[in-house]
């Protein structure tokens, strides 16, 4: 028995339901590939003082480092997977990890602002192309069950793995050689890829004559740019600035103007039907939760060990280790917890222990006990994260046809794109409320951890409130009957 199949749980299993070897190597590179662009999400998270030093930033343009990864990558996302519909899955893989490997020689080698940030657009669009791809592909190598329960579950624990263990390697990189080798060391694992991809990964997407719906295509595209691109400048500008109010509103205007275009389209970009599904939405939604509290949370437990009990980054960075750990866990038990007790019940599960790690941390103070409380309270919250994510993305992609699957997983991936982008703004403004320091800016060590508490207790509440409309109101049985 190989070591997948142990971690997969293969043994005495009906042969239907066993991986075969090209399901093995099939499933070893696309979750390869998954993992690598979840580290780029978050590597560089630790180093961008060091990069803006090194390169010349001005202070107010150190936000586009990260920003400039999140705009394509959460913008073009759903236009993306519905194209990997419609012409060719593989293809558009093979192409999104070619570019992120063309983004991150020119970030690795950057000698201006403007060329670190042509790296970190191209690692961005690489987002966009190559995961809606790798998960349609994904869901449609593994028939709907056990199998793609299986694999999803190895793909969501990668997923936590890759966004925890960004940040660290991120770290280490920048401390111990340099923050370049955080771009450079995508190029082996792209190399592999792209020489192994063509042979291994089969496309069953029948590529059509469709016309692609350029004007659904635009109007999401710019709502989500404008969304993501509004939410972002939150942590600059603050909620009230003109132009982040201009940027939000224009993205409701332009979601509105789509939902109007699909309706009407003959060739809809995405299908209302299929907007329209209690998968497709509660999943959706539930995911929205799963995946933004716990990276806020993450974000205002480092600013406390580092401002309240005075940790340095790196150690830091190096205490979230244990949740790492805790989500492999949970991402592998996933698949077996959803065939016992159902995908709906395994989310609410889920959300309910994620709602409740957060909300220990209210009992952090300025005490040294507070580490040990943010070790164990993060590792439980990052447990239930990582089953939740496991199965929100089980229901989101369930009962759609092959044909729609990249639809289904491009509107996954844009949920987590988006959550990751609106948890730590939302959070960080809740921490603010209130405050009376100058400008909402937490100065003191008293005013940090007020703000800290306000916000765990928003991203515990708003879990637990989440965990329980999906336990009233979402009925799958239902939602295997809407057409």
């Not at 291994?200 to 590529?207: A, E, I, P």
């Not at 224009?250 to 979601?255: C, E, I, S, T």
């Not at 750990?325 to 709906?344: E, F």
Request: hydrophobic share 50%; charged share 10%; glycine share 12%.
């Amino acid at each position: 028995m190989t070591e997948l199949d142990a971690i997969t749980g293969a043994r005495d299993r009906p042969a239907e339901d066993r991986m075969t070897s090209r399901h093995r190597l099939t499933l070893s590179l696309l979750l390869g590939a998954q993992f690598m662009l979840a580290v780029d999400f978050s590597v560089l998270n630790i180093a961008v003082p060091t990069i803006g030093s090194e390169l010349g930033f001005e202070l107010s343009n150190l936000q586009w480092i990260v920003t400039g990864f999140m705009l394509p990558a959460a913008g073009f996302t759903l236009l993306f997977g519905r194209v990997a519909d419609l012409f060719g899955r593989r293809n558009l893989f093979l192409v999104g990890i070619l570019v992120l490997g063309v983004a991150s020689l020119v970030g690795g080698l950057a000698q201006s602002p403007s060329m670190l940030l042509a790296g970190r657009i191209g690692q961005g669009l690489a987002t966009a192309l190559a995961t809606p791809a790798a998960m349609s592909l994904l869901t449609t190598s593994f028939p709907e069950g056990p199998l793609r329960r299986r694999a999803l579950g190895l793909n969501g624990t990668l997923l936590t793995g890759g966004f925890a263990l960004g940040s660290v390697l991120g770290g280490v990189l920048t401390e111990l050689l340099s923050w370049r080798w955080a771009f450079l060391i995508n190029l082996p694992v792209v190399v592999l890829i792209l020489a192994l991809g063509s042979r291994v990964l089969h496309d069953t997407s029948v590529r059509t004559r469709t016309r692609l719906d350029v004007p659904g295509a635009v109007t999401v595209t710019g709502a989500l740019l404008s969304l993501v691109y509004g939410i972002s400048a939150t942590e600059r500008s603050g909620w009230g600035d003109p132009a982040v109010i201009g940027c939000l509103a224009l993205a409701g205007v332009l979601l509105v103007a789509f939902w109007f275009i699909e309706s009407r389209s003959s060739h809809p970009l995405a299908p209302v039907s299929v907007l329209k599904r209690p998968t497709v939405r509660w999943g959706n939604c539930a995911g929205l939760l799963v995946i933004s509290m716990p990276s806020a949370v993450v974000f205002q437990m480092t600013l406390y060990l580092q401002d309240v009990l005075g940790y340095k980054p790196l150690t830091a960075g190096l205490a979230f280790g244990g949740s790492s750990i805790a989500a492999i866990v949970g991402g592998l038990l996933a698949p077996r917890v959803i065939g016992a007790i159902g995908s709906k019940r395994t989310l609410v599960t889920a959300l309910t222990v994620q709602g409740l790690g957060i909300l220990a941390l209210l009992t952090v103070d300025k005490g040294d006990a507070g580490l040990y409380i943010v070790l164990t309270a993060v590792a439980v919250a990052f447990f239930g994260h990582a089953m939740g994510l496991v199965s929100y993305t089980v229901i989101a992609t369930s009962g759609l046809p092959d044909e729609e699957q990249g639809l289904a997983t491009g509107l996954s991936t844009m949920s987590q794109q988006i959550a990751l982008t609106l948890g730590t703004p939302v959070l960080a403004a809740v921490a603010a409320f209130g405050t009376h320091s100058a400008d909402g800016v937490l100065t003191s060590i008293g005013d940090t951890l007020d703000g800290m508490h306000r916000a765990v207790l928003a991203a515990a509440v708003a879990s637990l409130v989440v965990a329980a409309l999906v336990a009233t109101f979402f009925r799958p049985e239902a939602a295997t009957r809407t057409p």
